[in-house]
């Protein structure tokens, strides 16, 4: 996401004191899961391995990849978004989460990155349920050998607000991870005119097809409150295990106030962890791999 776009949702941040611990030092050699820096031990008969996948959505298949743990038997899985456009795809951090014995099933939404279709947020939105859906059935599951009990969502910058939306409105999600997350329904909120909206999106566009800026700029501006870090999705939050990281790109105190919001909804188990990073973490690639797989390997 361009610096454009991040000043814009920056602006709809209401920036408040902030709670819980102090921000965490990056994580010491000693301390880092062996998975960041060990390849697992080598097991002939289910060698880890990666998958293309076509996945049905909104009438087209659109491109996957998996990413499957070695070991016999089902194995936990990331469900992985990126944002928008998606230049950055933490596949590094894929990697890292599969040493760790958990696959990961990345994606392009439609009208991203060579998926067929026509881009759009609600169709992210619908995206991410499709996938779900597609893990989720029984033949798949157990070709791909994914344990349906134990589905995590992540993503990062957009990738956030559409796993925060998602992730809220699914129960048998078993935790949910947001990075430097973007809440694309707070951009709707700016008071600002539709032109400086599309100026934002227009930094946006590599790799889209069948939209625009100006169709962007409508689709956020008509989201706000409904498709919002809101109270709703707060509640929904708050019956599973959340990790909240960010960094220094300004959208912090949005992504922290959610993590309030989830706690003060009931929620009992809400990390948040900030590093001094930029958005695409780009100087913390080894402290975001270590905070994602520390957190995955606490869950029960």
């Not at 610096?3 to 004191?17: C, D, H, K």
């Not at 301390?31 to 049905?56: G, K, N, Q, W, Y």
């Not at 950055?88 to 099933?105: C, M, P, T, Y």
């Not at 498709?227 to 999705?233: G, I, K």
Request: proline content about 6%; cysteine-free; charged content about 15%.
């Amino acid at each position: 996401m361009t610096r454009a776009i991040l000043s814009g949702l920056a602006a709809v941040v209401v920036f408040g004191t902030m709670f819980g611990a102090p921000p965490a030092a990056s994580a010491q050699p000693a301390s880092l899961p062996a998975a960041i820096f060990t390849d697992p031990l080598a097991d002939a008969a289910h060698p880890p391995r990666m998958e293309v996948l076509h996945i049905p959505s909104g009438g087209v298949e659109i491109n996957g990849v998996a990413y499957l743990a070695g070991g016999a038997g089902a194995h936990p899985t990331v469900i992985l978004l990126h944002g928008l456009p998606g230049n950055e795809k933490n596949l590094d951090l894929a990697q890292a989460i599969r040493r760790a014995g958990w696959s990961v099933v990345t994606f392009n939404y439609r009208g991203s990155w060579g998926s067929p279709g026509n881009f759009s947020f609600r169709g992210n939105l619908a995206d991410a349920k499709a996938v779900l859906a597609y893990v989720r059935n029984p033949a798949n599951a157990s070709k791909f050998g994914i344990d349906t009990h134990r589905l995590v969502i992540a993503g990062h910058s957009m990738g956030g607000w559409v796993t925060a939306l998602t992730s809220a409105q699914d129960p048998a999600i078993a935790g949910t991870i947001l990075i430097s997350a973007a809440d694309m329904g707070g951009r709707g909120a700016v008071p600002a005119a539709k032109s400086v909206v599309v100026k934002s999106m227009e930094g946006n566009m590599e790799s889209l097809a069948g939209t625009s800026p100006e169709n962007m700029a409508d689709e956020v501006i008509a989201f706000s409150p409904r498709l919002s870090f809101n109270a709703e999705v707060a509640k929904g939050l708050a019956g599973k295990p959340l990790l909240v990281l960010t960094s220094d790109d300004g959208l912090a105190p949005n992504a922290e106030r959610l993590a309030k919001a989830v706690q003060d909804a009931g929620g009992k188990s809400v990390t948040v962890r900030h590093e001094a990073t930029d958005h695409g973490w780009s100087g913390k690639r080894v402290a975001l791999e270590a905070a994602v797989i520390s957190w995955l390997q606490g869950l029960k």
